[in-house]
Structures are given as C-alpha cells and as structure tokens.
C-alpha cells in the first residue's frame, strides 16, 4: 500500500511514455481562493483495475478528477489518460476517456435519444453506428421509454444513467465516473455493475468515486483514499482495507470522529 509518506512507487512515473497506467496523476494541484481543495496529489490507477476513490465531504475528489479528465485546469502538476498528456493533448486523451462528472450540466431541452444522438456525431461518429448503439444503451440502461422524454423531465438517477450512456457511447478504454450509484435504484445498479464489470474484464479500467463503502468492496481491485486533497493510502484493497472493512480503514485513516451522541441535546429532549 502507498501512503503519502512513502515514496512514489514505480508506477508512478513521469513522462508520456510511461504507459503502463490507465491513470496518472502527478503533482496535481488546485486552490481555490485561500482554500486548497487538491495539494500536490499523486495517484496511479493501473490498466484493467475496477478503482474506487473514497474520502469525506470536501476532500477533494471531484476537483481532482475533473482536472484528471480536462474539465478543469489544475493550478500545477499533470494528469496522462493511457498515456496521454490530457492537457498537452486533449484531443487524444478524451477519444480514450468517457466520464461521468458529478451534476453535469445537459441539454435540458432534448430527449435521452437526442442527446445520445447528438454526443455521438459530436464525437465524429458515423450516424448508423450511433443510432444502433444510442439503441443499444438505452436498451441496456432500461431507458427506451425515456429515450422520447425530455432531459429535463428526468429524475436524478435517470440522468445517472444517461450521462453514463454518453460517457460509453464512443467505446473509450477508461471510465471516469464521479458518483455512478447515487440515486439510481438497485436494479439500475445492478445492471451498471454488470456492465463496469465486463467493460473491465476485456481489459478496460473503471475509476469511479463514492460514500458507498461496501460498494467500493464488492466492485474494486484498488482503492484511493483522499484527505485534505492528498491521497493517503492507495493500491489493491486488501492492503488498504488490513484485515478490517474499508469502511472501518476508512475511519482510521481520516481520523473520524467516534462521537455524535453528545450535544444538540435540544433535539433529544
Ligand atoms: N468551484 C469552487 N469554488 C470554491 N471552492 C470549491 C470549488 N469546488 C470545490 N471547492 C472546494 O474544494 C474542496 C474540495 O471539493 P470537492 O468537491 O472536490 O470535494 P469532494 O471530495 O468531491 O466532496 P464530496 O464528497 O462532498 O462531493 C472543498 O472544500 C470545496 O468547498
């Protein structure tokens, strides 16, 4: 397992030709205002791995993948998707990358066809291969119906699972997902699983963040922890969850509080 007090491992690597991860975060940093929301943070996601990236409100985990993926410009360092520099050569590094951000922003004003629609010749795509895949992944997501509604007349989880239609819909080798579960019911989740899992058993790799800790166990071969815009602990995990939950890591690692039963005694009275 890597701490932050460890040195880099050798995954971690400089340079574009260092391609053996599927991720790579070196040095990323971003203040906002007085407040820096991710210090000098360094991560490695290896190809072909299932990653879960865990840590408190406000650790930092949207900023960090939103300047892993090009959506937003990190004040320092630099993020290579397979590769590729992903602000040196953007172009390159979003053909390779679909991603999933946290409230992304969509035309309202479409319906889940169009949009799919609308992505895909965005991407360059020939206009038979995106109606029969638009077909497919609404089919997939339990989505046709919808398919003829207006974004804007979606409930959160549909929008969930739209937005991960868009993110596949031009076959990238990695997923980027910020928070893929939240809203979505179970059985939506489980055919989301099942599809993260097959895309990467044939060799693809998922990063995807969450609350959801048992979620994280059952789905990921690696794990992140952020805290404080520092990744604190990283690799396969079992190393980083030691013999106890993740959740229970978890705790340890951040140093949560064990109380809660004491004050706001108002309320209990
Ligand atoms: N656009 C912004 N302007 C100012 N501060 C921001 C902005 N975006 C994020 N922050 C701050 O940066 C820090 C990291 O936020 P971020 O959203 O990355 O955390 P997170 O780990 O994704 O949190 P959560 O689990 O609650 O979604 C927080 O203190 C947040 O308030």
């Given at each position: 397992m890597e701490t932050e007090f460890d040195p880099p491992s050798p995954r971690i690597g400089s340079g574009a030709s260092d391609d053996t991860s599927a991720m790579r975060l070196e040095s990323l940093g971003k203040r906002f205002g007085d407040k820096?929301?991710?210090?000098?943070l360094h991560l490695s996601v290896p190809r072909s791995s299932f990653f879960g990236l865990v840590g408190p409100n406000g650790a930092g985990k949207t900023t960090t993948l939103s300047m892993a993926v090009g959506l937003l410009r990190p004040d320092s360092g630099s993020a290579h998707i397979l590769g590729a520099d992903?602000?040196?050569?953007p172009v390159r590094a979003k053909e390779l990358v679909g991603v999933l951000p946290d409230g992304m922003a969509m035309p309202?004003?479409?319906?889940g066809r169009e949009l799919l629609t609308y992505t895909g010749l965005l991407r360059g795509i020939d206009s038979g291969t995106v109606a029969q895949r638009t077909e497919e992944l609404l089919d997939v997501l339990e989505l046709t119906e919808a398919g003829?509604?207006?974004?804007?007349?979606?409930s959160a989880g549909m929008r969930k699972k739209i937005g991960l239609a868009a993110a596949m819909l031009h076959g990238p080798k990695l997923l980027v997902l910020d928070e893929?579960?939240?809203?979505?019911?179970p059985v939506s989740a489980g055919t989301i699983r099942r599809i993260l899992q097959r895309f990467v058993t044939a060799g693809n790799a998922v990063v995807f963040s969450s609350h959801v800790m048992a979620l994280v166990e059952q789905l990921c071969d690696q794990v992140a922890v952020i805290a404080s815009g520092r990744v604190i602990a990283s690799g396969p995990l079992d190393e980083v969850r030691a013999g106890t939950s993740l959740e229970d890591a978890f705790v340890h690692l951040v140093g949560g509080?064990?109380?809660?039963?004491?004050?706001?005694s108002w309320l209990a009275s």
């Open positions: 820096t929301a991710v210090d000098r992903v602000w040196q050569d309202e004003r479409l319906t003829r509604t207006l974004v804007v007349d979606y893929p579960f939240e809203a979505v019911d509080r064990t109380g809660g039963g004491e004050g706001l």
